[in-house]
């Protein structure tokens, strides 16, 4: 790419931006939210068109009008929220809207041409499974093997690793190695900057648009990359920790013998029994998909139980709505914005409202008062750092990063009691999320309940008070910040019950 340039209203997403990927290797993409990255790799692919500046493949120059002319040229993109149809089967996906599918076909030939391309390229499927159904590293494999079938030299991740468990990572690794050694190009993005570290060859580190380096890998590390994002040293010292009289301590949140179903019948959760009290983090680990996401939607209101009882501050609120739980003093930051917590076509300032448009000042009598609308969203996104060119530009336009920080925002403020916090971390760069620890943990030290889970258990270690350990819907054991260690969390993980001298 050479002197790439890109505004959208307002906004200078890319800056004169040249950069150089080569055959067989993988290059990583770095930088805040909102510097560009997205961006620029959407120009890419063709899906936005430069403002100026030129793309050359094998040192011709090329213009994309549409994602399918990137394809011709052997470009193709793997997007952060998958593109693919949940209701299909895997092999139906493959096929879907490729020019070599035959017009007609069956699906036993669909199934095996799938099978013969998941062979091809070393990634495990199933052509029969219904994509809805699968994990995010399954579904993650099927986009990879459609990129590919349609004959990608460069292959586009865009944080891929977000939505991915430890071990999916580690597979994930392993596929774009090969792709590597295939002589492919791989461009990586990621806010993990071991994740870099380890994974890529060269890295470019992107700041407010502009290319600000571009580096061996080796010769890199952690601090020297965050230094490159962000201009300064990142300095992560921990706050002193508000120590609360006993007295002011009390139950927050319990649930009795809560156990709840998936959305296809399965059990989800099992005799779940847990207490969380004022002034503590309670972490939750566990291996993703072991009941996480049905556990914190119990408890907001969006998701119903089968049997037990939930109860917020002595009152049974099992059965309520989400709204109606919200206004009892609970924040959520959801597992998934986009699906739950967001209206991506709205304005910026409506969505930070959703959560308290129907008190005062934003109500009034029976006016919605939009003037107080705007100036409390305006308060939201100073406070979290959005980067947006007002409070009137929609949602969706605003970098993934950004979108993180302002429901994080929005649901911390009104927290009075407690806050839900599915993954809050994800898709923040480095200092947001030392920002967000500190608005957590700010939470609790002003008397909330937390419950946070996380996949990184250095995070919850760092940050919880008490850990539980969920495996398959059940609650396996909880133990004091003391008594926790890596070692002991991981076995518990594996669903070992927590014995005495383990
Ligand atoms: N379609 C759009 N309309 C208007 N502005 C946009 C659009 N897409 C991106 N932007 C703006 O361009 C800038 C760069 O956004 P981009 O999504 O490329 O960032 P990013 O580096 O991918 O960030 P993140 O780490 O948060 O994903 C941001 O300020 C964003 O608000
Ligand atoms: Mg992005």
Known sequence: MRRVTKTFPGVLANDDVSIEFRKGEIHALLGENGAGKSTLMNILTG?????????????????????ADAIVAGIGMVHQHFKLVKAFTVAQNLHLGWERTPRRISHDQMN??????????????????????????????????????RGSQVLIVDEPTAVLTPYE???????????????????FISHKLEEVLNISDRVTVLRRGKVVATRDSNAMDARKLANLMVGRDVIFDRMPRYDAPAEDKYEVLRLDDVNAAHASGAKALSDVNLSVASYEILGIAGVAGNGQRVLTEVIAGVHGVTSGTISLGGRDITGLTAGAVAESGVGHIPEDRLKSGFAGDLPVSTNSVLRVYRQ????AGIWYRHDQAVEFAEKIVKEADVSTPDVHTPLRNLSGGNQQRLIARRECAISDRLLIAAYPMRGLDVGAVERL??????????????????????????????????????????????????????????????????
Do not use: W
Not at 50 to 62: A, F, P, T, W
Not at 169 to 187: A, P, Q
Not at 360 to 363: D, F, V
């Open 112 to 149: 095996r041409s799938a099978l013969e391309l998941s062979g091809k390229f070393g990634l495990d499927m199933k052509p029969d499974a219904c994509v809805g159904e699968l994990s995010a590293g399954a579904q993650q494999r099927v986009e990879i093997v459609r990129v590919l079938a």
């Open 360 to 363: 005062e000042p934003i109500s």
């Open 437 to 502: 620890r500190k608005m957590i943990m700010g939470r609790r030290d002003a008397g909330a309940a937390v419950i946070l889970v996380s996949e990184e258990l250095d995070e919850l270690l760092e940050m919880s008070d008490r850990i539980a350990v969920l495996s398959q819907g059940r609650i396996v054991g909880v133990l004091d910040i003391a008594d926790a260690s890596l070692e002991r969390i991981g076995m518990m993980m594996g669903g070992r019950k927590l014995e005495a001298g383990l």
């Open 169 to 187: 990572v580690d597979n994930l690794f392993r596929v774009l190695r090969r792709l590597k050694e295939s002589g492919r190009t791989v461009i």
């Open 47 to 67: 899906v936005y068109r430069q403002d100026s500046g030129e793309i050359l493949v094998h040192g011709k120059s090329v213009t994309f009008a549409s994602a």
